[in-house]
């Protein structure tokens, strides 16, 4: 049996798959390595990241604790832009205590999660601007979640970007 049979059944995810790394994007498995590492063979996901155009090296047995998952379904991706426009429970107005909430939201990595990042910062910097960091982890949040659905959907980032834009306004 060959060592590309050994790694495709050992692992969860294909070469050429599009897979979601929290608080990362959406990245491409380009390869799926054997390499060494204390007097052990460990697989790895070599996975390019596109927005940052950045490739990282993931040990195959750790992908499920850094939240790697698969790109949502269609019907996964159309909730999350559905929950975008709906009512939401207002935010903290302590921005610190913000900014931790939606951080943690943001690692837990969701499209769910992404979204309700994206829908409480946006209404908020309706009522005041939001600070730097905050404004970092809106523009982030709302990156990840136009790059996720426009995967998921067959659409343009800019198609999608505009519909999550057209959302948050209703």
């Known amino acids: 049996m060959s060592l590309n049979m050994d790694k495709s059944r050992a692992t969860a995810y294909a070469v050429n798959q599009r897979i979601v790394y929290p608080s990362q994007g959406v990245?491409?498995?380009?390869?799926?390595?054997?390499?060494?590492?204390?007097?052990?063979?460990?697989?790895?996901?070599?996975?390019?990241?596109?927005?940052?155009?950045?490739?990282?090296?993931?040990?195959?047995?750790?992908?499920?604790?850094?939240?790697?998952?698969?790109?949502?379904?269609?019907?996964?991706?159309?909730?999350?832009?559905?929950?975008?426009s709906e009512e939401y429970a207002p935010i903290p107005s302590d921005w610190k205590l913000r900014y931790q909430m939606n951080l943690d939201l943001l690692k837990k990595g969701s499209v769910l999660?992404?979204?309700?990042?994206?829908?409480?910062?946006?209404?908020?910097?309706?009522?005041?601007?939001?600070?730097?960091?905050?404004?970092?982890?809106?523009?982030?949040?709302?990156?990840?979640?136009?790059?996720?659905?426009s995967f998921s959907l067959g659409k343009s980032k800019e198609d999608i970007a505009e519909l999550i834009r057209a959302r948050l306004e209703s």
């Open 113 to 149: 999660d992404i979204a309700s990042v994206v829908r409480s910062l946006y209404h908020r910097s309706k009522i005041k601007e939001l600070p730097i960091l905050e404004r970092k982890l809106y523009d982030s949040a709302l990156n990840l979640l136009q790059d996720e659905i």
């Open 27 to 84: 990245g491409r498995i380009i390869e799926i390595q054997e390499k060494s590492f204390k007097d052990t063979k460990l697989l790895y996901y070599i996975i390019y990241l596109e927005f940052s155009d950045m490739t990282v090296m993931v040990p195959v047995e750790k992908a499920d604790e850094l939240g790697i998952r698969a790109i949502v379904p269609k019907s996964e991706a159309e909730q999350a832009l559905s929950f975008i």
